[in-house]
């Protein structure tokens, strides 16, 4: 049908040998995060995606990704990053590709783990139906979400999880709403586990990893994922920004089990907010109201003590 | 063989489930459905077909619907769904992701009117808006006709040297919502007619990667180019698939276009679905009358053999295409595509009718006052828009 100007691609050759010689020539099965990917220094996905790797103990998970800054990871064709079977997905599709990944293992007897991982633009904004439905499916996934507030990919606008009064490419005063309390509606799916976890607590991180792990059905977790480029923060000061915010009292650790019983894992510790905000230029703003965070602070850790102390985890959970 | 008086809905319905049943000797069969009138019947019926090794997931969306598909097909198994009209546009994405993956997926597209305004009458523009998509795409005539082309696609779409989805379109209500008998395939020929399903890029432990992401301008060129390649295979394999389909069902489903009575015919009118039925019967009473005029059925779009399509006129001096879809600012989409495969033709006087928009009922009569027209036309003009509604 189509005339040739220069030679044909030859897809014609798909045996055996061939394929194994040319993944041999680039594959190296290490790790779900190998070295050479694109991450920017500092980037909170780094550590992340070692950490998920450990806490899945040995267990090879298939990578479900989105468009975000995890899938640019990867790098560019032929090569990538990730060391385990991965997918690129459309925007808005992971939790619903990795439904019918996990589907087809589970019908050939296969327990590897199948992983979404997604930015906060693929949770919070455009793929919260297609979340919401994976999760009253009670599909057998772990989702997380590497929580950035911000598209770090399209250069950083602000998403539904950019916190109040931060400047972004799109919120060039401030950002005029709150974030998005993405726990609370993942809770109210009463899926068997919800998490947040965080980048300075390691041993925090691998057990919820591994709860997650043991846990059957759909496993929400949400990481505070610092972002230099998008944040104007130092690399070097990235998890030191995530202590700070656990800290303050900013990101609570905490799980929700069935989406009913509650537990806190770490309390604040008097660590001063400023610790948090001062590092990072995106809060350097006029619309910045600190006595307004501390006040949304406070709201929030009366709910949370609230709910504990009203529905609190079992022992077993 | 079964014979049965089943819907055009059920029968596709059945058809889809025996395929993905027949592969439970490998790696089973999945897809994600949601329903839209009028495709509705074909995924209840999948909902309630009991897999051996297989699971129909009911998702929240047309998009998700595509998008479990997708997913289910890079774990290896066979993955169909169905889908119309505006599930069609909306589900968009995730179809140009399929068709660029190189996943084998089977689609019914029951066709419909894109709204608003709402109509949810016959029309191809939504099957047709999806042409580029890097799909197969079929049109389909009758129940029968639905039946093995299913059948034929999942063939293809699965050979190793073609590796493209396939969209099998049929009218909604006219077909998909009127009875007819069938030879509904029975399981043990369908075992034997599809191989099992093998993903050659399936998600692989041992040889760990990224389907899917980032590639630049040469790696992207040559993608695209491998489509086309895969495309330009799509005949052969086709003709092995229904020479196979003969030796196991007893009977030899349509190819890319029939050419019928056009051997001598000065005049042929192009047509696709049921509306290529309606022509027929107009052809075959003119012929008895004397008259030379043909007809060319178009059952493959995609790929579009535009030197077949030359061919199949012969020497007919005058074609006139029956459009049921309309491309604003351009006209007839199977026009232009016909226009292409006869530039080589400028004796040929070719005129579009866009004719049966939004479910228009076309009559014999209409197609009669189409053929009058073509044969005493002194030249072409821009598409006819051929009022047939009441
Ligand atoms: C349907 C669609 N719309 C828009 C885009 C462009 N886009 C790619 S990534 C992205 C933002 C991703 O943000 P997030 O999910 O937070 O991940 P991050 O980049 O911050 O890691 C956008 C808007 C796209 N790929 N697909
Ligand atoms: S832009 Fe931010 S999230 Fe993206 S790679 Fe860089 S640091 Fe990580
Ligand atoms: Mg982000």
Request: proline share 5%; charged share 25%; aromatic share 8%.
């Given at each position: 049908m189509s005339a040739r100007t220069d030679t044909p691609t030859n897809n014609s050759d798909f045996s055996a040998a061939k394929c194994e010689a040319l993944t041999n020539q680039y594959v190296r099965s290490d790790g779900i995060l190998r070295p050479g990917n694109t991450n920017c220094a500092g980037c909170g996905m780094s550590l992340g995606l070692q950490w998920l790797d450990q806490g899945l103990e040995g267990e090879k998970p298939t990578m479900v990704i989105p468009a975000c800054c995890g899938i640019v990871t990867a790098g560019g064709f032929p090569t990538s990053a990730y060391g385990v079977p991965t997918v690129a997905t459309t925007f808005a599709s992971s939790p619903a590709v990795a439904t019918g990944i996990a589907k087809v293992r589970e019908l050939n007897g296969e327990a590897n783990p199948t992983v979404c991982w997604t930015g906060d633009g693929?949770?919070?904004?455009?793929?919260?139906?297609?979340?919401?439905?994976?999760?009253?499916?009670?599909?057998?996934?772990?989702?997380?979400?590497?929580?950035?507030?911000?598209?770090?990919?399209?250069?950083?606008?602000?998403?539904?999880?950019?916190?109040?009064?931060?400047?972004?490419?799109?919120?060039?005063?401030?950002?005029?709403?709150?974030?998005?309390?993405?726990?609370?509606?993942?809770?109210?799916?009463?899926?068997?586990?919800?998490?947040?976890?965080?980048?300075?607590?390691?041993?925090?991180?691998?057990?919820?990893?591994?709860?997650?792990?043991?846990t059957r059905g759909f496993r929400f977790l949400l990481i505070l994922s610092p972002c230099p480029t998008g944040w104007k923060s130092?690399?070097?000061?990235?998890?030191?920004?995530?202590?700070?915010?656990?800290?303050?009292?900013?990101?609570?650790?905490?799980?929700?089990?069935?989406?009913?019983?509650?537990?806190?894992?770490?309390?604040?510790?008097?660590?001063?907010?400023?610790?948090?905000?001062?590092?990072?230029?995106?809060?350097?703003?006029?619309?910045?109201?600190?006595?307004?965070?501390?006040?949304?602070?406070?709201?929030?850790?009366?709910?949370?003590?609230?709910?504990?102390?009203?529905?609190?985890?079992?022992?077993?959970? | 063989m079964a014979r049965a008086l089943v819907t055009g809905n059920n029968a596709a319905g059945h058809t889809l489930a025996v395929a993905g049943e027949a592969n439970r000797v490998a790696r089973g069969c999945c897809g994600g459905a949601y329903p839209i009138t009028p495709q509705t019947e074909i995924i209840e019926f999948l909902r309630g077909f009991k897999f051996t090794k297989g699971e129909i997931v009911p998702v929240e969306s047309e998009h998700s619907a595509m998008a479990v598909c997708i997913g289910a097909s890079l774990a290896g198994a066979r993955s169909f769904t169905a889908s119309s009209a505006n599930g069609l546009t909306y589900m968009t994405e995730n179809v140009f992701a399929a068709g660029f993956y190189r996943l084998p997926i089977v689609m019914i597209a029951v066709n419909r009117t894109v709204g608003p305004p709402w109509n949810i009458w016959v029309d191809q523009g939504d099957s047709l808006a999806l042409r580029d998509a890097a799909w197969m795409q079929f049109y389909c005539e009758s129940h029968q006709d639905l039946v093995d082309t299913i059948l034929v696609a999942f063939r293809v779409a699965e050979d190793r040297r073609v590796l493209l989805p396939a969209l099998v379109a049929e009218d909604g209500f006219i077909l998909s919502h009127t009875t007819m008998v069938v030879d509904l395939p029975e399981q043990n020929l369908v075992d034997r007619y599809l191989p099992p399903c093998r993903v050659p890029h399936q998600l692989s432990f041992k040889h760990p990667g990224t389907v899917g992401g980032l590639t630049w301008p040469r790696e992207t060129e040559h993608h695209r180019r491998e489509i086309q390649e895969a495309m330009e295979a799509v005949p052969a394999v086709m003709r092995e698939a229904l020479d196979e389909f003969e030796k196991i069902f007893g009977r030899r489903p349509h190819g890319a276009f029939t050419a019928e009575q056009t051997e001598d015919a000065e005049v042929v009118l192009v047509a696709c679905n049921t509306m290529a039925r309606t022509v027929r019967r107009v052809v075959e009473a003119r012929r008895a009358k004397g008259e030379k005029v043909g007809l060319v059925k178009v059952k493959m779009f995609r790929p579009f053999l535009r030197e077949e399509f030359a061919k199949a006129i012969g020497s007919a001096k005058r074609v006139g295409v029956l459009d049921r879809n309309h491309s604003p600012g351009s006209g007839g989409i199977f026009w232009t595509e016909i226009a292409t495969s006869l530039r080589q033709r400028p004796d040929v006087l070719l005129q579009d009718y866009l004719v049966g928009l939004g479910g228009g009922d076309v009559l014999p009569r209409h197609v009669e006052e189409i053929l009058d027209d073509l044969k005493a036309r002194k030249q072409s003009e821009e598409p006819i828009w051929k009022e047939v509604a009441a």
């Amino acid at each position: 049908m189509s005339a040739r100007t220069d030679t044909p691609t030859n897809n014609s050759d798909f045996s055996a040998a061939k394929c194994e010689a040319l993944t041999n020539q680039y594959v190296r099965s290490d790790g779900i995060l190998r070295p050479g990917n694109t991450n920017c220094a500092g980037c909170g996905m780094s550590l992340g995606l070692q950490w998920l790797d450990q806490g899945l103990e040995g267990e090879k998970p298939t990578m479900v990704i989105p468009a975000c800054c995890g899938i640019v990871t990867a790098g560019g064709f032929p090569t990538s990053a990730y060391g385990v079977p991965t997918v690129a997905t459309t925007f808005a599709s992971s939790p619903a590709v990795a439904t019918g990944i996990a589907k087809v293992r589970e019908l050939n007897g296969e327990a590897n783990p199948t992983v979404c991982w997604t930015g906060d633009g693929g949770t919070y904004d455009i793929g919260m139906a297609t979340l919401s439905a994976a999760a009253e499916r009670n599909e057998n996934l772990i989702y997380i979400c590497y929580d950035n507030e911000i598209y770090g990919n399209t250069g950083g606008q602000r998403s539904s999880a950019t916190p109040l009064g931060v400047k972004t490419t799109t919120t060039v005063q401030g950002k005029a709403e709150r974030k998005k309390d993405v726990m609370a509606i993942m809770a109210a799916h009463r899926i068997p586990y919800c998490a947040t976890l965080s980048l300075a607590h390691r041993e925090d991180f691998l057990r919820k990893i591994k709860k997650a792990r043991q846990t059957r059905g759909f496993r929400f977790l949400l990481i505070l994922s610092p972002c230099p480029t998008g944040w104007k923060s130092e690399p070097t000061d990235s998890v030191e920004l995530v202590r700070a915010a656990v800290g303050c009292g900013l990101f609570p650790l905490y799980e929700v089990f069935d989406g009913v019983r509650y537990r806190i894992n770490a309390r604040p510790d008097g660590t001063p907010l400023d610790r948090y905000l001062a590092g990072q230029k995106r809060y350097k703003s006029e619309s910045i109201d600190v006595g307004l965070i501390h006040s949304q602070i406070r709201e929030q850790w009366a709910c949370l003590e609230a709910l504990e102390r009203s529905f609190p985890a079992r022992k077993e959970d | 063989m079964a014979r049965a008086l089943v819907t055009g809905n059920n029968a596709a319905g059945h058809t889809l489930a025996v395929a993905g049943e027949a592969n439970r000797v490998a790696r089973g069969c999945c897809g994600g459905a949601y329903p839209i009138t009028p495709q509705t019947e074909i995924i209840e019926f999948l909902r309630g077909f009991k897999f051996t090794k297989g699971e129909i997931v009911p998702v929240e969306s047309e998009h998700s619907a595509m998008a479990v598909c997708i997913g289910a097909s890079l774990a290896g198994a066979r993955s169909f769904t169905a889908s119309s009209a505006n599930g069609l546009t909306y589900m968009t994405e995730n179809v140009f992701a399929a068709g660029f993956y190189r996943l084998p997926i089977v689609m019914i597209a029951v066709n419909r009117t894109v709204g608003p305004p709402w109509n949810i009458w016959v029309d191809q523009g939504d099957s047709l808006a999806l042409r580029d998509a890097a799909w197969m795409q079929f049109y389909c005539e009758s129940h029968q006709d639905l039946v093995d082309t299913i059948l034929v696609a999942f063939r293809v779409a699965e050979d190793r040297r073609v590796l493209l989805p396939a969209l099998v379109a049929e009218d909604g209500f006219i077909l998909s919502h009127t009875t007819m008998v069938v030879d509904l395939p029975e399981q043990n020929l369908v075992d034997r007619y599809l191989p099992p399903c093998r993903v050659p890029h399936q998600l692989s432990f041992k040889h760990p990667g990224t389907v899917g992401g980032l590639t630049w301008p040469r790696e992207t060129e040559h993608h695209r180019r491998e489509i086309q390649e895969a495309m330009e295979a799509v005949p052969a394999v086709m003709r092995e698939a229904l020479d196979e389909f003969e030796k196991i069902f007893g009977r030899r489903p349509h190819g890319a276009f029939t050419a019928e009575q056009t051997e001598d015919a000065e005049v042929v009118l192009v047509a696709c679905n049921t509306m290529a039925r309606t022509v027929r019967r107009v052809v075959e009473a003119r012929r008895a009358k004397g008259e030379k005029v043909g007809l060319v059925k178009v059952k493959m779009f995609r790929p579009f053999l535009r030197e077949e399509f030359a061919k199949a006129i012969g020497s007919a001096k005058r074609v006139g295409v029956l459009d049921r879809n309309h491309s604003p600012g351009s006209g007839g989409i199977f026009w232009t595509e016909i226009a292409t495969s006869l530039r080589q033709r400028p004796d040929v006087l070719l005129q579009d009718y866009l004719v049966g928009l939004g479910g228009g009922d076309v009559l014999p009569r209409h197609v009669e006052e189409i053929l009058d027209d073509l044969k005493a036309r002194k030249q072409s003009e821009e598409p006819i828009w051929k009022e047939v509604a009441a």
